[in-house]
């Protein structure tokens, strides 16, 4: 799966931004809905940070330092994944990737995802 994010962009603290993931696939049976899907985070000199997830069936987990003012979803339609993210605070600063695996239970457990986007940077200032 070919994932493609956008979105990213700089803000001011309390400010928010709307991150997108476009999946594509050349594979014979691909379906997006099966898959679950994840955002994570990587700061510079970090590691990477399991930031949101969902799982096929549309249940959502959440990091407890964005819980409350994150949100993820998916348009399965569109192939699509979106985070939408608010209150922003100087240290959500990081690139954001989004993720996918063929399983259809959602984890921010990093190693188990096996397609990734590029990602796209998001920087807060104060």
């Given at each position: 799966?070919?994932?493609?994010?956008?979105?990213?962009?700089?803000?001011?603290?309390?400010?928010s931004l709307?991150l997108?993931?476009?999946?594509?696939?050349?594979?014979?049976?691909?379906t997006?809905?099966s898959?679950?899907?994840?955002?994570?985070r990587q700061a510079p000199g970090?590691?990477?940070?399991g930031?949101?997830?969902i799982?096929?069936?549309?249940t959502?987990v959440?990091?407890?330092?964005?819980?409350?003012?994150?949100?993820?979803s998916?348009d399965?339609?569109k192939?699509?994944?979106?985070?939408?993210?608010k209150?922003l605070?100087?240290?959500?600063?990081a690139?954001?990737?989004?993720?996918?695996r063929?399983?259809p239970?959602?984890?921010?457990?990093?190693?188990?995802y096996n397609?990734?986007?590029?990602?796209?940077?998001?920087i807060?200032?104060?």
């Open positions: 799966v070919r994932l493609v994010e956008s979105g990213g962009g700089s803000v001011q603290a309390g400010g709307r997108s993931c476009r999946a594509s696939s050349s594979t014979i049976g691909y997006y809905g898959y679950s899907l994840g955002w994570f970090k590691g990477r940070e930031v949101a997830a799982g096929r069936d549309g959502t959440y990091a407890d330092s964005v819980k409350g003012r994150f949100t993820i998916r399965v339609a192939a699509t994944s979106y985070l939408e993210m209150n605070k100087p240290e959500d600063t690139t954001y990737l989004c993720a996918a063929g399983t239970l959602k984890t921010l457990e990093a190693r188990l397609s990734w986007g590029q990602g796209t940077q998001v807060v200032s104060s």
